[in-house]
């Protein structure tokens, strides 16, 4: 099973970036899905971004032109660059893993957080108005 550490959260205002982190140790398996989902009190967590194996990466409508998801597969790490920023955004934000799977990105994302066997703590993110 893979060990997931996020970072990267913070509080900035209405139309600032932040860029998230998600290192990932132990072994991961050759095929699988990093989503990076967010969650408020009271609602259920939903997928962001998700990026597979093979590079592809899918977006949910709330992020799209907005949110960019990379990996740096010399670092382990999975970014979530979050540009434009708006107060709905506040959130918890969790990195993800879907290993092995052998779903591409866009059927990743659709997939509930049920499905996913790794698990960060999370890093908050708030952006005020």
């Known amino acids: 099973q893979v060990h997931l550490v996020e970072s990267g959260g913070g509080s900035v205002q209405s139309g600032g970036s932040l860029r998230l982190s998600c290192v990932a140790s132990g072994y991961l398996f050759a095929s699988y899905c990093i989503t990076w989902f967010r969650q408020t009190p009271g609602k259920e967590r939903e997928g962001v971004a998700t990026i597979d194996s093979d590079d592809s990466t899918s977006y949910a409508d709330a992020a799209k032109g907005r949110f960019t998801i990379s990996r740096d597969n010399a670092k382990n790490t999975y970014y979530l660059q979050m540009n434009s920023l708006k107060p709905e955004d506040t959130a918890t934000y969790y990195c993800?893993?879907?290993?092995?799977?052998?779903?591409?990105?866009?059927?990743?994302?659709?997939?509930?957080?049920?499905?996913?066997?790794?698990w960060g703590q999370g890093t908050q993110v708030t952006v005020s108005s």
């Open positions: 993800a893993a879907n290993a092995p799977t052998t779903l591409e990105a866009r059927h990743c994302l659709l997939q509930g957080p049920n499905e996913y066997n790794s």
